[in-house]
């Protein structure tokens, strides 16, 4: 949100009534020195921040092969973090649906309906989560996402109630767990659109077409029956980065060694690059591909932030806010969801 931001400091935020509701997506980051099982323990506890915080949901999104990131099986860490946790709703954003068979995650996703009523959310992508050798792995092909749609409705059939292909869901059917369709592109929003779906775009790390995808979902929008007799209507979820502190230096420091890290995954070209050569690249054509990631970050005194996330709501008019705590410093990392938090 770097437009924003200069002016940040002498805006004033929104007041918390005003404010449209704030959810949290948690990659359950491995951060440098750590475990993967004190990654996941540090998530377990930010969950249950959020739960007493009034955040509206927590989602895991599905990725594979990164050692960085440990929630490859977003149900197992749903189911987990529901045992943890009283009111807040939780779920997957997203499944990476291309990876995986609709019955199998009705299935599982069904369970988890049954365990947890009226807590349990499905996100669903289409992207393959991984790399080439994950879908070796997995033992799928990339031609798998031309079936995503299909798949989708597919997986809505099982949740209502009705056997696909002489197969019924159970547990699963009769369930209806809510569905909302992920995207960083045109293609989910026409998809979340056509189907009458709620659609959440993922600007906290791929906002080049924000604006295109907001407005195609809305004008193609569609409503769809719902359960009382009624019909949906769009309902827009914007992701967005977050580092928040007391220090603004120190939050901006964050941002910096995100980015130093972003530039080591994505343009190591088989080697390692040191934290060095890394930063040397802040300033070329690697930084600026980076910051174009990280546009719809917000970043600063809590103040500061929530100044950036209201202004970027109204510019989206978004119905929600899907925040991605970004900051390597367990204290910050903490802190930022603390500070943030709808009851704070």
């Known amino acids: 949100m770097n437009d924003s931001a200069a002016s940040a400091s002498s805006a004033t935020p929104s007041s918390p009534s005003a404010r449209v509701p704030f959810s949290l ?19 377990r506890e930010m969950a249950k921040i959020a739960d007493a915080a009034d955040y509206q949901r927590i989602w895991y999104s599905e990725h594979h ?3 960085t990131i440990a929630s490859a099986a977003p149900a197992v860490l749903v189911s987990h973090m ?3 946790t009283s009111r807040i709703r939780l779920g997957a954003g997203g499944v990476m649906l291309p990876n995986h068979s609709p019955l199998a995650i009705a299935e599982q996703f069904g369970t988890l309906a049954e365990l947890y009523p009226d807590r349990i959310d499905l996100g669903l992508g289409r992207a393959p989560g991984g790399d080439q050798a994950t879908f070796t792995a997995l033992r799928r092909t990339p031609s798998a996402s ?10 809505q059939r099982y949740f209502a109630g ?14 209806n767990v809510p569905l909302y369709i992920l995207g960083s592109s045109l293609f ?13 775009f993922a600007s906290h790390f791929a906002p080049q077409a924000l604006e295109q995808a907001i407005a195609v979902y809305l004008r193609d ?8 007799g009624g019909e949906t209507e769009p309902y827009l979820m914007v992701g967005a980065t977050v580092i928040a502190d007391d220090d603004a230096d120190l939050a901006h420091h964050e941002l910096r060694l995100a980015k130093i890290a972003r530039i080591k995954f994505l343009f190591n070209r088989g080697r390692n690059l040191t934290d060095a050569e890394a930063a040397a690249q802040l300033d070329g054509p690697q930084g600026a591909h980076v910051d174009e990631m990280l546009r719809c970050a917000a970043v600063g005194t809590t103040e500061q932030v929530l100044t950036q996330l209201d202004d970027f709501a109204k510019r989206t008019g978004a119905d929600e806010l899907i925040l991605a705590p970004l900051a390597n410093d367990r204290d910050v990392w903490f802190g930022t969801v603390e500070k943030l938090a709808p009851s704070a």
């Open 25 to 43: 997506l948690d990659l359950a980051s491995v951060g440098t020195g750590e475990t993967v099982s004190e990654a996941l323990a540090h998530s």
């Open 221 to 228: 929008f569609r409503p769809a029956p719902t359960l009382d």
């Open 82 to 84: 529901a045992a943890h």
């Open 146 to 155: 031309e079936h995503f749609p299909s798949d989708v409705v597919e997986l």
């Open 65 to 67: 092969n990164m050692p």
């Open 162 to 175: 009705s056997n696909v292909h002489g197969v019924r869901a159970v547990p699963g059917a009769g369930t």
């Open 188 to 200: 989910g929003a026409q998809l979340a659109a056509a189907l009458g779906l709620p659609y959440a």
